[in-house]
């Protein structure tokens, strides 16, 4: 279905930026409020509280985000004693970021917030929908993926 005129309202990327705006606003004022945490400092701890200890580069490539705001995030969390960088065993030029009990505690406390804000957003959507749109969401990012590595 090839469109010859932008008409922005209808324009996927534009669409699915500002859904991800919206959703992630909650969220950060959730976090922020709750537990002083800004949203790149939560994806960094979520990630590193399921991959277990992973280099800055790893979690760039896991949370997508650019290597700056990774490195601010670790800074922020290493000094609030959340998280902890040591020298890679396998590439002494890497650092190899893990969460300290701190951290898994604090973890552990935000799970059930962030479970519940996804529940409120998520609100009007059948099982079903959800379902569906993870897997086009999956779907979506993968194609963007294929993309990128084409340019």
């Known amino acids: 279905m090839a469109r010859s005129r932008l008409k922005l309202d209808d324009f996927l990327p534009y669409r699915l930026s500002l859904a991800s705006n919206a959703v992630s606003q909650v969220i950060a004022k959730a976090y922020e409020e709750l537990f ?5 400092e939560w994806r960094v701890m979520a990630v590193l509280a399921e991959a277990g200890g992973l280099t800055q580069q790893e979690l760039v490539g896991r949370t997508k985000m650019d290597k700056v705001t990774v490195s601010r995030a670790a800074q922020v969390l290493e000094r609030r004693e959340l998280l902890r960088r040591v020298t890679d065993t396998e590439d002494a030029r890497s650092l190899r970021l893990s969460l300290t009990e701190e951290g898994r505690k604090l973890y552990a406390r935000v799970v059930p917030a962030a479970l519940e804000l996804e529940a409120e957003v998520l609100e ?9 749109l993870q897997e086009l969401l999956r779907r979506l990012e993968a194609a963007a993926d294929r993309v990128l590595a084409r340019r």
């Open 36 to 40: 002083e945490l800004k949203m790149p």
């Open 124 to 132: 009007g959507l059948s099982a079903r929908e959800v379902d569906a």
